[in-house]
């Protein structure tokens, strides 16, 4: 089974920044730039904010588009959300979803992020 895991989550102020990290297996990593950030805010379903294809073509949601970014570095089998000037409103867990050699889907655990005003 894939290992995806999630770090970089913490606790900033309104206007900050974070860069989230989301590691995988070089296998998965080797087979597929394939992967998708999620936010699942405090009582909300678990939303898409942000992915890179194979491609490394980059898709964000109208939410977070101007402020957020992702980076792939493939050496490290590790892909980045750079989150700057954040808001309260992207407080919640994130997740990231890789594309595995098999065609399906891994999730890793999330990492919180919390955004005081």
């Known amino acids: 089974q894939v290992q995806v895991a999630e770090s970089g989550g913490g606790s900033v102020e309104t206007g900050g920044s974070l860069k989230l990290s989301c590691a995988t297996s070089?296998?998965?990593?080797?087979?597929?730039?394939?992967m998708a950030w999620y936010h699942q805010a405090p009582g909300k379903a678990r939303e898409r904010v942000a992915m890179?294809?194979?491609?490394?073509?980059?898709t964000f949601d109208v939410s977070v588009t101007g402020r957020f970014a992702i980076s792939l570095d493939k050496a490290k089998h590790v892909w980045y959300l750079h989150m700057s000037d954040l808001k309260p409103e992207d407080a919640g867990v994130y997740y990231c979803?890789?594309?595995?050699?098999?065609?399906?889907?891994?999730w890793g655990q999330g990492t919180q992020v919390t955004v005081s005003s």
């Open positions: 979803r890789k594309l595995t050699c098999d065609g399906k889907y891994a």
């Open positions: 070089s296998e998965a990593a080797a087979c597929s730039s394939d």
């Open positions: 890179i294809n194979d491609h490394g073509e980059t």
